[in-house]
């Protein structure tokens, strides 16, 4: 069987990919944000520990999105006060929990972004500017549009 793009996703090939478990955090995946130029864009449905997260973001906090459900507000208004560049806005049907990195790099994870590790958890992860480039134009624009921003 062969997958298909349909309605449910779009089909890729990637050639480097990553499955991760109990290896990385979130800290450790963005360790390079620094160094980094693009854009970031993140999906979580919620935001479990918000003082990591600023941690984690203040390497660069600037040209980074955030779409959370609106049960996170708290988290992330406190977030937002402390990193006022940082785009941040509530949805109220929000599962994913997806981080993309401009140009190419996709990690798609069981735990929120913001969540230390757990005992059992995992990803994949993807360095392909396709595979970025769909995620973010069919995934996290139609997450943004639908959700509102906070100021």
Not at 1 to 25: L, P, Q, R, V
Request: hydrophobic share 40%; aromatic share 10%.
């Amino acid at each position: 069987m062969s997958f298909k793009t349909d309605n449910g996703g779009f089909k890729f090939k990637c050639e480097d990919a990553k499955m991760s478990y109990n290896a990385s955090t979130w800290s450790t995946r963005l360790s390079q944000l620094a160094k980094t130029k693009g854009r970031v864009s993140i999906l979580t449905s919620e935001l479990p520990d918000p003082v990591y997260v600023l941690e984690v973001l203040s390497k660069r906090p600037r040209d980074i999105y955030i779409v959370t459900h609106v049960n996170a507000r708290a988290a992330a208004e406190h977030i937002k006060a402390a990193l006022p560049e940082v785009r941040i806005a509530l949805h109220h049907d929000l599962g994913a929990k997806v981080l993309m990195v401009a140009p190419e790099t996709v990690w798609i994870m069981s735990s929120d972004f913001g969540e230390k590790k757990h005992r059992i958890d995992s990803g994949v992860g993807f360095q392909s500017p396709e595979i970025y480039e769909q995620t973010v134009s069919e995934l996290f624009e139609r997450a943004w549009r639908e959700a509102l921003e906070i100021f």
